[in-house]
């Protein structure tokens, strides 16, 4: 393709290496003005190190980038405003206790002559823009007091503010609920209809199809394609981005489900500001079911979470395991009476990165014997244990046992986890964002375990803000909106639009399957 | 009565005067995200090198504006090993305290004939009203030093510039999610060695405040702890500069109990009055102030790309 | 490349080369300040070395920071900052003191009685802290910082009581001659033991004319205590992990709360060993009137953080500082230069211990580019 000012951004030859990883191998890219170009790919395949490229919080190795037809350096985010590039990051760029307001103007303040801010002027350009485009924002609120999809659209109000043309989306609709990604998407066309340029970071397939106008495919650092969404299908889509064809949908048999094991009957739990987060909750797990609880971020589902592994305390309800009250006591008890949890932050509440791989198997277990003796750590013990775990669930690399924790990737972590607390043999097994930031290897590998537990008579609660995932892999559904749940649907009676309304609060008859 | 009253008044602002130039040092360093452990061993420098200038130049101003300067150079070494070299901020704030009283020390003993206090400085920083000839002992009591006006003067223009100046929401969003600004094209860098520099200037001024002001020499221990007691300060003020200036007021205030009291009729020992202010910062913090919340990425070293 | 690199990521690299970069910043000072740098530092030396009784004065002067090393180090490991230390050490010293002027006690029952009676009261002004922050959520910095002035002015107050004030001086009297640690006190007095000492000189300089005693022993056995369990039992292992991440510990059925408590309780008895064998190990074996901190508790702060935090390491770190402190009086009196130099040398060891991270992370790269080279 020739360099010209058609495309709003083109990228030639592309090169970026960290250390011994080559994360771009000549990647370019063309995006044309006023349309909306997704790039897709696994986690890990180099699409965000390619974008903070050309947002210029990284530098590239090697290669050019063109803005309207002309070469251009970007040394830092600064150039990339300059040239009208913004970008939306995955994990929100917002200070938590600052107002939207101001976490819009930073670093491109509204002020007199002497630099004091005069915030009446800057709230009114601000809201200037929220009306020009339509949005639903609270200028005057706090970041940590708002809802995850308007931290979003401050992030977008962040970019319009700085006059942008070219808008790059990293991975928007993780934590959308459906009715919310159809909102961002029109969004989108909105903009896009009124001359911007939307470059869109993704690995959902659907989203693509429904909003791009073109997709360029990234695998493992090398540009595979580029195609039209609207004329290709979503399993070419997968198989270019995976490399081999992929199975979309998981395998198992049907359910067969015995007796109840694992019951919450009206739990009322208050978050970390006293505000009821889990409000009247019950519900009923069975041996050998999958139970997976769909919902958008922040309805309940940490609250209800915590007060399980008794981190956080139950206001009132019991919850019980095998006929016995496990509330209100202590996360050492929990474990004790077979509830074992696979954390949704494998990082902060699943693994001691500074231990090592051996010494992160016996965390729960490392006071009893075998693996302690009079209060002594009985090295050769552990060392069996930690490789046997190592070697069944296939943690890579084999030899990790003496390595600290952090050295592995995020896949195998999260492996080293699922050992850990399946080898527990625990009677409910919780998994909460198993598959986050995995790949599809990664992501059918732990799906197939759930399923595994499932058939050997376990009961696993799965709860994941990826709706697919919740769909595909649960024997029974249930949804969760503001702390209760607005309804239980098996599998096969379970459609994805009855469900996102119900994510989004919309009233139904509740069907309880 | 009122005589006791005024004085109380006065030794609590003359007391406190160091201990807040150190406080407003650490808010500083600390809001940008920085640690500063190190206000004692910047505090020690600064008062000698305030008392070394006012001596050999006669001029006391000359001295307060070397105490900075002094303290300042020593903040450089904590901004190079916390901000470029990405290091244990405690532990290099540890390391200053070491070498801070070692330098001024060992200058001491330079200019003043192997002596390890100076000399005592004929000029000392003057009182707000300067040399009020009267016998009444009220108003000489409230004939403040003027370190109480420029404590409180840089109280209220730091208060300033943190929350109503477009420095001071860069300062604080460094602090709180440097990420954040360095996506916005605001120089992390730039802002902490900004921070820390500024930290380890008003720290060199709160140690002149002690020794070109309170005793007008510098000792071996005219520095011992006030450093310590300005971080507590910052704590218990919860990072902002009203609430260090208060901390630091009331322990001001329970230091010149101590003399005041030991004085007259209450026969209180005066080492327990002299535990006063400790037990009652305790105190103090256990009803009222509870939990206190650091700058989120307070202490922690800020890398690029870092997941 | 990768021989270098392995060198380079082991600990101990960090230190030394930490050390020769204080030495290096010291030569710069003296030889700006007109002094001569290898002088200063054959004073320095021969200060320590030179006489059997400097290094037994060594010994002596390390046993104490070597054990407030300990405690620093512990409460570090289990991402506690004990900067109370210097509290804890005062507090047992007190302890220790009123009990053992006032216990008529042999010596076999009196020593350990003192040892356990300073270890409970450095114990219990450490768990204060623990105990604030668990309940209150109040910083350990503030608290500690606190609690080391109260512990001073508590300290001064009591020596000043008529019933322990020694008259015409500035401290209380001594604590019984059986709450002595001292290597055999007696016999080194008596006929036998003086006939025997004259035929090894360096013995008799040693027992006679310094304060020899068990301390060292004991600091050397905490040493390698504390390192056992923190290496190798089920409780060092939890607390470690909730040093290193109190989240994933909670989470694993670890009460955080009860582990932060302990440790401090640990690592304040550590510093009240401290205070133990300071005043059962060395003349004038009581406690006087301070004008200010001693600072054995802060010089502890910097053997912790020049041993990496490594409790076998406090040993040499606490040698290390105490032979500096103690050779340092004999660079002021053969050289002229300022004792002082020896604070600046300190510091800037312990700086450059702060930036040890950077010389993993050398390593790394070097180890990484050695890897691309042979590809």
């Known amino acids: 393709m020739q360099i010209s000012d058609k495309y709003a951004v083109q990228m030639r030859g592309i090169v970026k290496t960290f250390g011994s990883l080559r994360a771009l191998d000549h990647v370019d890219l063309d995006v044309r003005k006023g349309t909306i170009h997704a790039l897709l790919g696994e986690n890990g395949a180099g699409k965000s190190t390619l974008m903070n490229i050309l947002y210029g919080l990284y530098q590239a190795d090697g290669g050019e980038i063109y803005r309207n037809g002309k070469r251009v350096r970007i040394k830092g985010p600064n150039d990339a405003i300059r040239l009208g590039i913004g970008m939306v990051h995955q994990h929100f760029m917002l200070v938590e206790n600052f107002t939207v307001t101001e976490n819009v103007i930073l670093g491109r303040e509204v002020t007199n002559s002497l630099g004091v801010l005069d915030m009446k002027r800057a709230r009114e350009d601000v809201r200037r823009i929220v009306e020009k485009y339509g949005f639903q924002v609270d200028l005057d609120a706090k970041i940590e007091d708002i809802s995850v999809g308007m931290q979003q659209r401050v992030e977008i109000l962040k970019a319009l503010y700085r006059g942008v043309d070219v808008l790059i989306l990293d991975e928007p609709t993780a934590v959308l609920t459906p009715q919310e990604t159809n909102d961002l998407i029109g969004i989108m066309r909105n903009l896009a209809a009124g001359g911007k340029t939307i470059i869109l970071i993704t690995h959902k397939l659907k989203e693509i199809k429904q909003s791009s106008d073109a997709c360029t495919i990234i695998r493992r650092g090398k540009l595979i394609d580029t195609v039209n969404p609207q004329t290709v299908d979503e399993e070419t889509l997968a198989a270019k981005m995976v490399g081999h064809p992929v199975r979309l949908v998981v395998e198992k048999t049907p359910a067969q489900p015995k007796d109840a094991v694992f019951e919450i009957d009206r739990l009322s739990v208050r978050d970390k500001r006293g505000l009821p987060a889990v409000k009247d909750l019950s519900l009923k797990i069975h041996r050998g079911e999958i139970f997976g609880i769909a919902g958008v971020d922040g309805n309940g589902q940490n609250e209800l979470v915590e007060a399980i592994t008794c981190l956080a305390r139950a206001e009132s309800g019991t919850i019980k395991i095998n006929g016995e009250e496990i509330q209100n006591t202590t996360p050492q008890n929990v474990i004790r009476h077979k509830i074992s949890t696979i954390p949704s932050d494998r990082q902060r509440h699943g693994l001691v990165l500074d231990f090592s791989c051996e010494q992160n198997t016996i965390l729960e277990k490392y006071r009893s014997g075998p693996f302690s003796r009079r209060g002594v750590l009985q090295n050769g013990k552990i060392a069996a244990y930690a490789e046997k775990l190592i070697r069944e669930y296939d943690v890579r690399p084999s030899t990790c046992a003496l390595q600290p924790a952090r050295s592995l990737s995020g896949g195998n972590q999260q492996k080293l986890i699922i050992a850990r607390e399946i080898s527990n043999e625990p009677d409910l097994l919780i998994a909460v964002q198993p598959t986050r930031g995995l790949d599809v290897g990664a992501i059918e590998y732990v799906h197939k375990m759930l399923v595994h537990e499932r058939d050997a008579g376990k009961a696993v609660l799965l709860i994941s803000l990826e709706l697919d995932e919740v769909l595909s892999v649960s024997d029974t559904i249930a949804v969760l909106y503001g702390g209760s749940i607005l309804g239980t649907f098996r599998q096969d009676q379970a459609d994805e639009k009855t469900i996102g309304l119900l994510m989004a609060g919309g009233k139904q008859h509740a069907v309880n399957g | 009565m009122l005589n006791n ?154 208060w300033f510039v943190l929350y109503k100046t477009k420095w001071g929401l860069r300062i604080r969003s460094v ?90 009729k209450f026969a209180v020992p005066s080492e327990i009055l002299a535990m006063l202010p400790y037990v009652l910062t305790i105190l103090v913090l256990i009803l009222f102030v509870g939990r206190a919340v650091a700058p989120k990425e307070d202490g922690i070293p800020y890398e690029k790309g870092a997941r | 490349m990768r021989l270098t690199a392995k060198i380079l990521k082991k600990p101990i690299t960090s230190a030394l080369i930490a050390i020769v970069c204080g030495f290096l910043v010291a030569a710069v000072v003296l030889a700006a300040a007109g002094y001569n740098p290898w002088q200063a530092f054959g004073a320095l030396f021969s200060g320590m070395f030179a006489r059997p009784k400097y290094i037994s004065n060594v010994l002596i002067k390390a046993a104490p920071i070597i054990l407030t090393g300990l405690s620093v180090a512990f409460a570090y490991k289990t991402s506690l900052f004990n900067i109370g230390a210097e509290g804890q050490y005062i507090v047992s010293a007190i302890v220790v003191t009123l009990l053992g002027i006032r216990l008529n006690l042999p010596a076999p029952l009196l020593i350990p009685v003192l040892l356990a009676a300073g270890m409970l009261a450095g114990g219990v002004w450490g768990g204060l802290v623990g105990l604030l922050k668990a309940k209150y959520g109040i910083h350990e910095v503030i608290t500690s910082i606190m609690l080391n002035w109260i512990a001073f002015y508590l300290s001064n107050y009591i020596v000043n009581l008529p019933a322990f004030h020694q008259p015409d001086s500035t401290g209380t009297y001594p604590i019984r001659e059986s709450g002595y640690i001292m290597l055999l006190p007696n016999w080194k007095r008596s006929p036998q033991g003086m006939a025997a000492l004259s035929r090894i000189p360096w013995l008799r300089e040693v027992m006679m004319r310094t304060d020899v005693n068990f301390g060292i022993l004991i600091a050397v056995f905490m040493a390698v205590l504390v390192g056992f369990v923190l290496y190798r039992t089920a409780k060092g292992f939890e607390l470690r992990a909730v040093g290193f991440n109190r989240d994933a510990a909670q989470f694993a059925g670890i009460d955080v709360g009860r582990s932060l408590l302990e440790s401090m309780l640990i690592s304040g008895a550590l510093s009240g060993l401290a205070g133990c064998v300071a005043i059962m190990g060395a003349a004038p074996h009581n406690i006087s009137t301070l004008a200010a901190f001693e600072n054995n508790g802060f010089n502890g702060l910097s053997v912790a953080f020049i041993a990496g935090g490594s409790p076998v390491g406090c040993i040499f770190a606490g040698l290390l500082f105490g032979g500096f402190l103690y050779g340092g009086q004999t660079v002021q009196a053969d050289v002229g230069a300022p004792s002082e130099i020896i604070n600046i040398m300190m510091g800037t060891i312990v700086f450059f211990m702060a930036l040890s991270k950077l010389i993993s992370t050398l390593a790394d790269r070097l180890a990484k580019g050695s890897a691309l080279h042979a590809e």
Not at chain 2, 105 to 115: I, K, P, S, T
Not at chain 2, 258 to 264: F, Q, R
């Open chain 2, 175 to 264: 602090g709180e999610h440097p990420a954040a600004a360095d996506s916005l094209g605001i120089s992390v860098t730039r802002v902490r060695y900004l921070c820390v520099l500024l930290s380890g200037v008003f720290a060199g001024f709160g140690g002149s405040c002690m020794t070109l002001d309170i005793i007008t020499q510098y000792t071996p221990t005219a520095i011992s702890g006030q450093g310590f007691i300005a971080l507590a300060a910052v704590i218990f003020g919860k990072w902002t500069p009203q609430g260090a200036y208060g901390a630091c007021l009331l322990f001001g205030f329970a230091q010149a109990l101590t003399v005041v009291l030991g004085g007259g």
């Open chain 2, 5 to 158: 009253l005024t004085l109380l008044i006065s030794i609590t602002f003359m007391y406190s005067a160091p201990l807040i130039f150190g406080a407003l040092g650490g808010v500083t360093s600390e809001r940008a995200g920085v640690v500063n452990i190190g206000i004692e061993g910047m505090m020690n420098i600064g008062a000698f090198a305030g008392t070394a200038v006012c001596y050999f130049t006669g001029n006391p101003w000359l001295g307060f504006l070397a105490a900075g300067l002094a303290g300042g150079l020593l903040a450089l070494l904590h901004a190079v090993a916390a901000v470029t070299c990405r290091a244990d901020q405690t532990i290099s704030g540890i390391a200053l305290n070491l070498i801070g009283p070692g330098f001024a020390l060992f200058f001491c003993r330079m200019f003043f004939e192997g002596a390890t206090m100076s000399k005592p400085i004929a000029n000392k920083l003057p009182k707000i009203f300067g040399n009020l000839a009267t016998q009444n002992a009220v108003a000489k009591n409230l004939n403040l030093d003027i370190t109480a006006v420029l404590a409180v003067a840089l109280t209220v223009l730091l």
